[in-house]
């Protein structure tokens, strides 16, 4: 019969792999923001309404890094007396059909001494693979192919225990090689299970492929006083003794089987293949991605406190997103080339001065608070905005940095109302962030809780977002 490729390609392992490579070659620019005014009570943040007014919450907008986007797989650690599946053509990536350990990630070719399907999903662990290099069989049953090791700069960028990084590699030593081979013994009628050799060792015939062979498990099933010549046995499982020296790309089971089974009808051994089912790994090679279904990309956001502080003064922050294809206010891209870390204020920023019986103290406003701005026509916004951030500016003026989505409103000379003691404000300056509200695209919204600290020296901040395709 002819082998079909295993490696199908896999459509949502190559849109992952898509969108990665457009971050790494910078035709996709991503950012991400960090911001918001008060600790998030909803759930589901990435609605259609909140996506239509992200460009309120955020306060800092910086480059993602395209080293910090990757794709991965789940990560299936083994562990001691845990199940595992073995590997076929319908696995999918919540099988636990190969795992990791010690930084090493195997495929996982059998998980039985005699690998039926009754006793597939069905034996637990006990011994850890520990090779480096091609398929090994353990004394539980279970056998695995190395497939790559993590590095220690993946391990870091993925930064998690759900997921791992998977290269773009391709195994070519196990190409056109067998990686599973299983019999369902209740497909054989218990006649046909009893043949007259022990253990027959079946050398796989090919066209093209040699070397491999599987192993016919029996046990004696025949009077103890029959001679050696009449004795029988009962075939129980089937096994891999050879995965192959050159690849295979056809192969015949039954002219196999009918080449050492020389007693057995030719009825008997069609009865026997059927139940056999053997696969192969393609020509081309084993690629890791496909094997693994790694259809996720991880991306990670970061930045330090200095960052923060040399683009605007708040402090604490409650929400972050990613974006995609952020514009500056003339159109062009706010991010271009390798500026990996550039970042820029996205606060509306005003210098107010106190009239009548305001206060001047800076400490009268909350992050939070509700203020109205004034235009110096006199009109009003009709959304109330938000601080999130007050510092004393000299001659008892006070600066303000505000989330609003009616920036055009603010201008030197216009107003600022506080409805929580209804005190006024003149604006003396104006400050607008020189980015396009609501540009580009809005990826995620994620809450966060973090609060720069001036005992804390470049505090960090760090979001990871698995995006699933």
């Given at each position: 019969?002819?082998?079909?490729?295993?490696?199908?390609?896999?459509?949502?392992?190559?849109?992952?792999?898509?969108?990665?490579?457009?971050?790494?070659?910078?035709?996709?620019?991503?950012?991400?923001?960090?911001?918001?005014?008060?600790?998030?009570?909803?759930?589901?943040?990435?609605?259609?309404?909140?996506?239509?007014?992200?460009?309120?919450?955020?306060?800092?907008?910086?480059?993602?890094?395209?080293?910090?986007?990757?794709?991965?797989?789940?990560?299936?650690?083994?562990?001691?007396?845990?199940?595992?599946?073995?590997?076929?053509?319908?696995?999918?990536?919540?099988?636990?059909?190969?795992?990791?350990?010690?930084?090493?990630?195997?495929?996982?070719?059998?998980?039985?001494?005699?690998?039926?399907?009754?006793?597939?999903?069905?034996?637990?662990?006990?011994?850890?693979?520990?090779?480096?290099?091609?398929?090994?069989?353990?004394?539980?049953?279970?056998?695995?192919?190395?497939?790559?090791?993590?590095?220690?700069?993946?391990?870091?960028?993925?930064?998690?225990?759900?997921?791992?990084?998977?290269?773009?590699?391709?195994?070519?030593?196990?190409?056109?090689?067998?990686?599973?081979?299983?019999?369902?013994?209740?497909?054989?009628?218990?006649?046909?299970?009893?043949?007259?050799?022990?253990?027959?060792?079946?050398?796989?015939?090919?066209?093209?492929?040699?070397?491999?062979?599987?192993?016919?498990?029996?046990?004696?099933?025949?009077?103890?006083?029959?001679?050696?010549?009449?004795?029988?046995?009962?075939?129980?499982?089937?096994?891999?003794?050879?995965?192959?020296?050159?690849?295979?790309?056809?192969?015949?089971?039954?002219?196999?089987?009918?080449?050492?089974?020389?007693?057995?009808?030719?009825?008997?051994?069609?009865?026997?293949?059927?139940?056999?089912?053997?696969?192969?790994?393609?020509?081309?090679?084993?690629?890791?991605?496909?094997?693994?279904?790694a259809k996720y990309a991880v991306i990670n956001m970061e930045l330090d406190s200095s960052s923060i502080t040399g683009e605007i003064d708040q402090t604490s922050f409650f929400n972050f997103g990613i974006l995609e294809d952020v514009q500056k206010t003339d159109g062009?891209?706010?991010?271009?080339?390798?500026?990996?870390?550039?970042?820029?204020?996205?606060?509306?920023?005003?210098?107010?001065?106190?009239?009548?019986?305001?206060?001047?103290?800076?400490?009268?406003?909350?992050?939070?608070?509700?203020?109205?701005?004034?235009?110096?026509?006199?009109?009003?916004?009709?959304?109330?905005?938000?601080?999130?951030?007050?510092?004393?500016?000299?001659?008892?003026?006070?600066?303000?940095?505000?989330?609003?989505?009616?920036?055009?409103?603010?201008?030197t000379g216009g107003k600022i109302t506080f409805p929580k003691n209804d005190s006024i404000y003149t604006i003396s300056s104006v400050t607008k962030p020189n980015i396009k509200q609501n540009s580009g695209k809005t990826l995620h919204i994620g809450a966060t809780r973090?609060?720069?600290?001036?005992?804390?020296?470049?505090?960090?901040?760090?979001?990871?977002?698995?995006?699933?395709?």
């Open positions: 019969m002819t082998i079909a490729a295993l490696n199908a390609l896999n459509l949502s392992v190559a849109n992952a792999e898509k969108f990665v490579d457009s971050v790494k070659d910078n035709s996709r620019i991503l950012s991400f923001f960090l911001g918001g005014s008060s600790v998030e009570t909803e759930s589901n943040l990435n609605t259609d309404l909140r996506r239509s007014t992200v460009y309120k919450d955020a306060s800092i907008i910086k480059r993602v890094q395209p080293s910090y986007v990757n794709v991965v797989a789940k990560n299936i650690p083994w562990v001691r007396g845990q199940v595992y599946n073995k590997w076929n053509s319908s696995s999918t990536s919540n099988t636990r059909h190969y795992v990791s350990y010690n930084n090493n990630v195997y495929l996982i070719l059998d998980n039985s001494v005699n690998n039926t399907i009754r006793e597939n999903g069905k034996i637990p662990v006990s011994t850890p693979p520990v090779h480096t290099s091609g398929v090994v069989k353990y004394n539980d049953g279970y056998s695995y192919l190395y497939l790559y090791t993590i590095s220690a700069t993946d391990k870091a960028n993925v930064n998690s225990s759900e997921f791992i990084a998977v290269p773009d590699t391709t195994v070519t030593t196990h190409s056109g090689k067998i990686l599973t081979a299983e019999i369902d013994l209740s497909e054989i009628s218990s006649s046909n299970l009893v043949i007259g050799e022990k253990n027959p060792v079946i050398p796989i015939l090919s066209d093209t492929g040699s070397g491999a062979s599987i192993r016919l498990n029996t046990i004696v099933v025949s009077s103890p006083y029959a001679t050696l010549s009449e004795r029988l046995y009962k075939i129980i499982g089937v096994e891999t003794i050879n995965h192959g020296t050159t690849p295979y790309t056809d192969f015949e089971l039954i002219p196999s089987l009918t080449a050492v089974l020389t007693d057995e009808s030719a009825a008997q051994i069609a009865d026997i293949a059927g139940a056999i089912t053997i696969g192969f790994s393609s020509f081309e090679g084993i690629r890791v991605r496909d094997i693994l279904v062009q891209k706010l991010f271009t080339g390798d500026d990996t870390g550039e970042s820029f204020s996205n606060q509306l920023k005003l210098t107010i001065v106190p009239l009548g019986t305001a206060s001047s103290d800076p400490s009268t406003f909350e992050i939070g608070d509700n203020v109205v701005i004034s235009s110096i026509s006199g009109s009003s916004q009709k959304q109330n905005s938000k601080v999130v951030s007050s510092k004393q500016a000299p001659f008892t003026r006070i600066n303000l940095e505000v989330h609003t989505t009616q920036l055009d409103t603010a201008t973090f609060s720069l600290d001036d005992n804390v020296v470049n505090k960090r901040f760090f979001a990871q977002v698995i995006q699933r395709f």
